[in-house]
């Protein structure tokens, strides 16, 4: 890729597909102590090398729980700096609390 190239986007939903929200969903904070989805850390880390992933939760549009989110992804192992601010700011991983035009959506309801 030549530099100031964009990437192609892949964005998968938040809730359900990454974060195991059966442990109990809170509308303003994630719980810290929530399993992620089996594969869906190994997942970010791989995809986000090549593309740009969007996580996508209409959650994020309450600043508490990006910075939740933020802290519960650090503590699987992503990097803060792999996390850009909310939409419309890209990154490695962008939380975004709309969908983008993307290659790809992924959610727990299936591919789109």
């Known amino acids: ?18 974060f195991d929200h059966r442990g109990g969903y809170k509308p303003d ?26 996580l996508v ?12 989110a933020k802290a519960w992804l650090e503590s699987k192992g992503i990097p803060r700096a792999w996390m850009a601010p909310v939409y419309p700011g890209r990154s490695r991983i962008t939380l975004s609390p709309f969908k983008p035009k993307c290659l790809l ?8």
Request: charged share 15%; proline share 5%.
């Open 29 to 54: 904070s994630c719980n810290q102590s929530a399993p992620e989805i089996p594969g869906a850390i190994e997942w970010l880390k791989v995809t986000s090398a090549e593309l740009d992933v969007f």
């Open 105 to 112: 959506f992924i959610d727990d309801r299936g591919f789109h």
């Open 1 to 18: 890729m030549n530099p100031g190239q964009s990437r192609l986007i892949v964005a998968c939903d938040f809730n359900g597909t990454v």
């Open 57 to 68: 939760s209409a959650s994020f549009s309450r600043a508490t729980f990006v910075t939740s």
